[in-house]
């Protein structure tokens, strides 16, 4: 077995101790591509040589595969405790793969067994794992002794479960060892979201019209686009806004002569003919593309979490993605190294590289793991429109996007604005130039502060945020107060936390 990188060294090495300090909620955070199934399989190791039983909780089926298959490869003897896979059924084993769906039926509903008797739970993408029954086996395993650890990319809407967070590694550290590419992104256009609102977890209430004629608009750039950066067809992932439109995606790539197939969690629709989707025909299509038959699959987000295709190289987003947790895990799909590539690409008809940011970034999660994915975004939006984080750049000649500077990094053309193609509503591309999103007038009137430090004090006995209080403050008095005033947040993100929940130290002191 190879070396463990050193991110995934420091990563373990603090689980242990954790562990030992008595520490029972563990999350474990790594990039996509990072080496968790390895990480996951050390803390396998580690409960074997302390004679403990394990049990790993998966959501989705091709997620149980994938376990299966690196269980095979380490050789490790497992039971599968999964209603689809009961030819796998070996409940004596001392290690289990289990089905949250199928533990929900028969030990909760049915009661025909228990829960593995296990000291180490280990919760493989985390961040899926936060509905009634997930949380009801996690608290049972924790109420009976056991170690709860979750692993995921993104520690996403899970901090209420989890009591410390391990950061086993950032983008820049995987590029460095060789486990992550650089990721080139061009952005040939987007739609206008601006009168679309937002659920809870950030993802955009689309109707199924507005995605049809949005779609039908960008086929033909969707195929202009993926010819000009990928002419020599290698492996390629395309993300749609719904089943429907993945599967009408292939089958406007195919009449653009470019293979292409779609999975989705019931079926495969290939070459015009839709079947029952099996872990068979999932893989034959997974292996088509490694392969060279087919050129692109197709799907909506079952392939967001999980799939491991190193040889991935361009990754289509066909689709706003309103919540960072999806976003992330879906480019996290493509920057895994592979010898045969220097770098990937990630061709975005969303809006979503200036909405979430660069693929390459390193998050701060110690940061920000507490808080939504949806405060996280908007914060980073308020802070690109006053000017604090500079806007990300677009290529009016290829598309290509940068931070700064006047010149393309990827095909040198100068220019001094950027240049965005926008979907209207009737499916009219209208070109956009300079700046996205526009700074909030602020005004420092003689009785601002005054008038501010009383909605300090109003806003605490309510359950509105920072952010709240200030719009209340606009409505009721006409425009926006300046942000250094006495009980505003030192921190950006105290923004988007209730005003009663921010502790007065954290805030701006009188002078």
């Given at each position: 077995?190879?070396?463990?990188?050193?991110?995934?060294?420091?990563?373990?090495?603090?689980?242990?101790?954790?562990?030992?300090?008595?520490?029972?909620?563990?999350?474990?955070?790594?990039?996509?591509g990072?080496g968790?199934?390895?990480?996951?399989?050390?803390?396998?190791?580690?409960?074997?040589r302390?004679?403990?039983?394990?049990?790993?909780?998966?959501?989705?089926?091709?997620?149980?595969?994938?376990?299966?298959?690196?269980?095979?490869?380490?050789?490790?003897?497992?039971?599968?405790?999964?209603?689809?896979?009961?030819?796998?059924e070996?409940?004596?084993?001392?290690?289990?793969?289990?089905?949250?769906?199928?533990?929900?039926?028969?030990?909760?509903?049915?009661?025909?067994?228990?829960?593995?008797?296990?000291?180490?739970?280990?919760?493989?993408?985390?961040?899926?794992?936060?509905?009634?029954?997930?949380?009801?086996?996690?608290?049972?395993?924790?109420d009976?002794?056991?170690?709860?650890i979750?692993?995921?990319?993104?520690?996403?809407?899970?901090?209420?479960?989890?009591?410390?967070?391990?950061?086993?590694?950032?983008?820049?550290?995987?590029?460095?060892?060789?486990?992550h590419?650089?990721?080139?992104?061009?952005a040939?256009?987007?739609?206008?979201?601006?009168?679309?609102?937002?659920?809870?977890?950030?993802?955009?209430?689309?109707?199924?019209?507005?995605?049809?004629?949005?779609t039908?608009?960008?086929?033909?750039?969707?195929?202009?686009?993926?010819?000009?950066?990928?002419?020599?067809r290698?492996?390629?992932?395309?993300?749609?806004?719904?089943?429907?439109?993945?599967?009408?995606?292939?089958?406007?790539?195919?009449?653009?002569?470019?293979?292409?197939a779609?999975i989705?969690?019931?079926?495969?629709?290939?070459?015009?003919?839709?079947?029952?989707?099996?872990?068979e025909?999932?893989?034959?299509?997974?292996?088509?593309l490694?392969?060279?038959?087919?050129?692109?699959?197709?799907?909506?987000?079952?392939?967001?979490?999980?799939?491991?295709?190193?040889?991935?190289?361009?990754?289509?987003?066909?689709?706003?993605?309103?919540?960072?947790?999806?976003?992330?895990?879906?480019?996290?799909?493509?920057?895994?190294?592979?010898?045969?590539?220097d770098?990937?690409?990630?061709?975005?008809?969303?809006?979503?590289?200036?909405?979430?940011?660069?693929?390459?970034?390193d998050?701060?999660?110690?940061?920000?793991?507490?808080?939504?994915?949806?405060?996280?975004?908007?914060?980073?939006?308020?802070?690109?429109?006053?000017?604090?984080?500079?806007?990300?750049?677009?290529?009016?000649?290829?598309?290509?996007?940068?931070?700064?500077?006047?010149?393309?990094?990827?095909?040198?053309?100068?220019?001094?604005?950027?240049?965005?193609?926008?979907?209207?509503?009737?499916?009219?591309?209208?070109?956009?130039?300079?700046?996205?999103?526009?700074?909030?007038?602020?005004?420092?009137?003689?009785?601002?502060?005054?008038?501010?430090?009383?909605?300090?004090?109003?806003?605490?006995?309510?359950?509105?945020?920072?952010?709240?209080?200030?719009?209340?403050?606009?409505?009721?008095?006409?425009?926006?107060?300046?942000?250094?005033?006495?009980?505003?947040?030192?921190?950006?993100?105290d923004?988007?936390?209730?005003?009663?929940?921010?502790?007065?130290?954290?805030?701006?002191?009188?002078?």
């Amino acid at each position: 077995m190879s070396a463990l990188w050193p991110h995934q060294q420091r990563g373990l090495d603090a689980t242990f101790r954790a562990i030992e300090s008595g520490e029972k909620r563990l999350c474990f955070t790594s990039p996509t591509g990072g080496g968790k199934s390895r990480c996951m399989f050390e803390m396998i190791e580690y409960a074997q040589r302390n004679d403990w039983p394990v049990v790993l909780y998966a959501t989705r089926n091709m997620l149980i595969e994938q376990l299966m298959k690196s269980m095979d490869d380490y050789g490790i003897e497992y039971g599968v405790r999964a209603s689809e896979m009961w030819e796998h059924e070996k409940l004596d084993a001392k290690i289990q793969i289990a089905s949250v769906p199928t533990e929900r039926s028969r030990v909760f509903q049915r009661k025909t067994r228990n829960l593995h008797h296990a000291k180490l739970v280990l919760w493989d993408e985390a961040h899926m794992q936060k509905a009634a029954t997930a949380e009801k086996i996690f608290q049972q395993h924790g109420d009976d002794g056991a170690v709860n650890i979750g692993l995921t990319a993104t520690p996403l809407g899970i901090s209420h479960l989890y009591d410390k967070l391990i950061v086993a590694g950032v983008n820049s550290e995987l590029r460095k060892c060789g486990a992550h590419l650089p990721c080139k992104v061009y952005a040939p256009d987007e739609p206008d979201l601006r009168k679309v609102k937002r659920n809870k977890t950030g993802e955009f209430q689309i109707g199924e019209q507005t995605y049809k004629v949005w779609t039908q608009t960008i086929i033909g750039r969707v195929v202009d686009y993926y010819n000009r950066l990928n002419p020599d067809r290698k492996p390629t992932i395309l993300f749609a806004p719904g089943v429907k439109e993945s599967m009408w995606f292939v089958d406007q790539l195919e009449a653009a002569g470019i293979r292409a197939a779609h999975i989705d969690g019931n079926n495969v629709y290939q070459g015009g003919e839709e079947y029952p989707s099996s872990p068979e025909k999932r893989q034959q299509v997974v292996k088509d593309l490694r392969a060279g038959r087919i050129d692109v699959i197709c799907n909506r987000f079952v392939l967001r979490e999980g799939i491991d295709i190193p040889e991935l190289y361009h990754c289509i987003l066909a689709t706003p993605i309103g919540s960072l947790l999806s976003y992330l895990q879906t480019v996290g799909r493509v920057l895994r190294y592979h010898s045969s590539l220097d770098h990937v690409v990630i061709q975005d008809h969303g809006g979503n590289f200036w909405r979430h940011g660069s693929p390459n970034w390193d998050r701060d999660w110690e940061h920000d793991w507490r808080l939504t994915d949806l405060q996280i975004a908007n914060t980073r939006l308020e802070r690109m429109a006053e000017g604090k984080e500079p806007e990300p750049i677009v290529c009016p000649a290829c598309g290509a996007v940068r931070m700064k500077g006047p010149q393309c990094v990827s095909c040198g053309h100068q220019h001094s604005k950027s240049v965005r193609m926008v979907v209207q509503e009737n499916g009219d591309l209208k070109e956009q130039t300079g700046k996205i999103l526009r700074k909030k007038h602020r005004e420092n009137r003689t009785n601002t502060e005054k008038l501010w430090t009383s909605m300090y004090y109003r806003m605490k006995k309510s359950n509105m945020t920072f952010s709240q209080a200030q719009g209340l403050f606009r409505r009721e008095h006409g425009y926006y107060p300046p942000k250094d005033l006495p009980y505003m947040p030192r921190d950006d993100f105290d923004w988007k936390r209730k005003v009663k929940d921010v502790p007065v130290t954290d805030l701006i002191g009188r002078k």
